[in-house]
T-cell receptor, first 116, second 112 residues
């Protein structure tokens, strides 16, 4: 149980285009999902907390107009990188808070974004 | 605020060696503590967790004990295998906060 999927696993796009990444909780409902960015050999940087039915909460320094988050249902959150630039190339990871208290988060496999 | 300090890597061991990866934390209240593992080319996986003082989390031969008196949650394994080569992250979740606070990760390489 508690499986989180991400799609796509890898995407290459041209500079200036927008890319949408989906995060789904497959066998449980997730009222809260998280979006992270992971740089090579570095820890995860929390970008935003996605709450079902309400606006996402962004961490300091993260541009909300550039990284659009939508959490339209209890099993799906999407991250759209708008007008992508090469510096947005990174590994994006989503997670969902487990259904039970103190369960921690369950992570998707990540999406490798490369902006040319 | 809450924070996690994790020993820097990389750590290189021979197979069957004893492993300790130190993790200490600063937090108010009663946080839950976690170890996550990221194998090469894969996503993060929860390795083990502890939700209250003196709890011991264990999985796949790894153990960590929630020590409130020393604010530590050190990861240990008695005999590592090549397949344990991965990056290990210590994290905490505050008692009133759903966010995870992460350590920087420790890369472990186990040689045959």
């Amino acid at each position: 149980g508690a499986v989180v999927s991400q799609h796509p696993s890898r995407v290459i796009c041209k500079s200036g285009t927008s890319v949408k990444i989906e995060c789904r909780s497959l066998d449980f409902q997730a009222t809260t999902m998280f979006w992270y960015r992971q740089f090579p050999k570095k820890s995860l940087m929390l970008m935003a907390t996605s709450n079902e039915g309400s606006k996402a909460t962004y961490e300091q320094g993260v541009e909300k107009d550039k990284f659009l988050i939508n959490h339209a249902s209890l099993t799906l959150s999407t991250l759209t990188v708008t007008s992508a630039h090469p510096e947005d190339s990174s590994f994006y990871i989503c997670s969902a808070r487990g259904p039970a208290a103190g369960e921690g988060q369950f992570f998707g496999p990540g999406t490798r974004l490369t902006v040319l | 605020g809450n924070s996690v300090t994790q020993m820097e890597g990389p750590v290189t061991l021979s197979e069957e060696a004893f492993l300790t990866i130190n993790c200490t934390y600063t937090a108010t209240g009663y946080p839950s503590l976690f170890w996550y593992v990221q194998y090469p080319g894969e996503g993060l996986q929860l390795l083990l967790k502890a939700t209250k003082a003196d709890d011991k989390g264990s999985n796949k031969g790894f153990e960590a004990t929630y020590r409130k008196e020393t604010t530590s949650f050190h990861l240990e394994k008695g005999s590592v295998q090549v397949s344990d080569s991965a990056v290990y992250f210590c994290a905490l979740s505050g008692s009133n906060n759903r966010k995870l606070i992460w350590g920087l990760g420790t890369s472990l390489a186990v040689n045959p």
